[in-house]
């Protein structure tokens, strides 16, 4: 053979090798999902089955939780562009909540690179980002659920749903979780797609957000379980901001028992409106997860039967935790671990590590570059996340890098640091919790509000995972402190916050 054709031969064959590998990527998605509610994590109650994400965790590698977002629109941005929000131009609410907009030229979503390079990508469920949800441009197959285009059809996590599907809206009957499941196994299987490419499926469940409507087979699941309640689910809470008497989310009722107050939930808060026992809602929130868990081991079954399981990287995770009655709070937003961190399970079998547990927190920027990673493609632009690859071979791997995440409310790009510059009083959220960065490295956390009133807050998460001990005032942790300021700024400047330099006093606290 000519030495050139031999060459291109060659050449061919690697490329084909190489695409061979490429693996699909499943990435489930639940909302406002708190760690608690997941049996593997050993903070659940213990009365919590979840059988099927439990399984798959015994498969791959839980971590010890990743923070993707403040809440649900931040966090799908980031995971739309590989930005935190401070770097996401052009995304803003508009109208009524929850009512979204963003420039797609100023603001592309990475799915757009995955699908010019060969990949097959598909969205189904939940979209909180914007009118405009991408099918044609991000997504070869869509089935959304569009909050933001269709506000009077905003609440229906657990009824009848308006839906885009390729495009064509319908209105459509059923338990909205059992629905998503079904369109996925039909993807997983071949509906929608060119058998010959790999896929990239999000698959956004609404559960378990308010207002936590479990299905049908599950209510009473488990009546009567016992729910003690948190340390400081009522005041007082020394060393903790002020701001935290506002968002008082539970009262003591007569009778003794702990009843649900207002919680500054825009959607779905019907506990706090029906004064709901706390036992009683933490029960309802839980029997929301089963139909979540039975469609985690259909589709796991489904990749086993089509021979796809170990080509398929597959990742499990929530927008965020929801805090359940921990600081007083029925909500997210806010910077601790209840309200915040969430779930995160990845499994592939023989290239993921099985069994094992990471105790390292992640970013929902970290999970877009290791997509890229996996899928061997080149970021289509600078994005703040770093490759898990090595924590997914080793878990107990060195990881010298400190877990960055925040919360600026509902502005984006540079409008945060407008907003700091001009008026930092009003970086506050419509929930009550001031606009915040933090980072999470070595088994410590450090907190640092935005408005310059609320002072911050270090905890010592190896022996204070509650985060009922706020340490930054004490002299023995004074070194500790100024190393994890250090490591704030360093990660904001690293991740292109203009407002780095400009922070107000770390001492401030409200009066």
């Known amino acids: 053979m000519n030495p050139t054709r031999l060459i291109l031969a060659l050449l061919w064959l690697g490329s084909v090798a190489f695409a061979a590998k490429q693996p699909n990527i499943l990435f489930i998605l639940a909302d406002d999902q708190s760690t608690k509610t997941v049996a593997c994590y050993p903070e659940a109650w213990p009365w919590v089955k979840t059988p099927n994400i439990d399984a ?64 097959t990508t598909a969205q189904i469920g939940k979209w909180h980002t914007g009118d405009d949800a991408g099918w044609g441009r991000d997504w070869d197959h869509q089935i959304v659920w569009n909050r933001p285009k269709h506000q009077e059809n905003a609440g229906a996590y657990y009824e009848t749903q308006i839906l885009a599907i390729d495009g064509v809206e319908k209105t459509v009957e059923g338990y909205p979780a059992d629905n998503y499941t079904k369109w996925a196994g039909e993807f997983i299987r071949g509906e929608h797609r060119d058998a010959q490419k790999p896929w990239y499926l999000w698959l956004c469940y609404g559960s378990v957000h308010g207002p936590s409507k479990p299905a049908a087979r599950h209510k009473g699941t488990y009546a009567g379980k016992e729910v003690p309640e948190p340390a400081d689910i009522l005041p007082p809470r020394p060393g903790k901001p002020d701001y935290l008497k506002k968002t008082q989310a539970w009262s003591r009722a007569a009778d003794g028992r702990i009843i649900a107050g207002k919680s500054g939930e825009a959607v779905g808060d019907e506990a706090g409106k029906g004064g709901k026992d706390f036992a009683d809602w933490v ?55 209840a309200n915040y961190r969430s779930p995160l399970i990845v499994s592939m079998p023989g ?114 995972s509650e985060e009922l001990h706020n340490l930054a005032t004490s002299p023995e942790q004074h070194e500790r402190l100024e190393k994890l300021r250090t490591a704030l700024i360093a990660e904001l400047h690293r991740t292109e916050a203009a407002y780095a330099d400009s922070l107000p006093s770390a001492a401030g606290r409200d009066r």
């Open 351 to 464: 290239t993921v590590a099985a069994g094992k547990f990471c105790p390292q927190n992640v970013g929902s920027p970290d999970l877009v570059a290791t997509f890229f990673a996996f899928a061997g493609l080149d970021q289509p632009w600078k994005m703040h996340g770093r490759d898990l690859t090595p924590l997914l071979r080793d878990p107990a791997a060195a990881w010298p890098y400190p877990c960055l995440y925040e919360h600026t409310g509902e502005h984006y790009g540079s409008d945060v640091t407008k907003m700091l510059r001009d008026n930092p009083k009003g970086a506050i959220h419509k929930a009550g919790v001031p606009w915040y960065d933090a980072v999470v490295a070595d088994g410590w956390k450090y907190i640092r509000y935005l408005r310059g009133t609320d002072g911050e807050e270090l905890y010592d998460l190896r022996h204070d």
């Open 56 to 119: 798959l965790a015994a498969s791959g590698v839980r971590f010890q939780g990743a923070y993707l977002g403040s809440w649900c629109m931040p966090s799908r941005a980031a995971l739309l562009t590989g930005h935190w929000p401070h770097a996401i131009e052009s995304m803003s609410m508009a109208g009524k909540y929850p009512g979204s907009t963003y420039d797609p030229q100023q603001c592309p979503f990475w799915p757009k690179t995955f699908r010019e390079h060969g990949y």
């Open 283 to 337: 029960r309802q929130v839980n029997e929301c997860v089963p139909a979540v868990d039975e469609g985690v081991g259909e589709l796991i079954k489904t990749l086993r039967e089509t021979g796809q399981l170990e080509n398929t990287l597959v990742i499990y995770s929530a927008d965020q935790g929801f805090a359940m009655g921990e600081h007083g709070f029925r909500t997210k937003v806010a910077p601790y671990d």
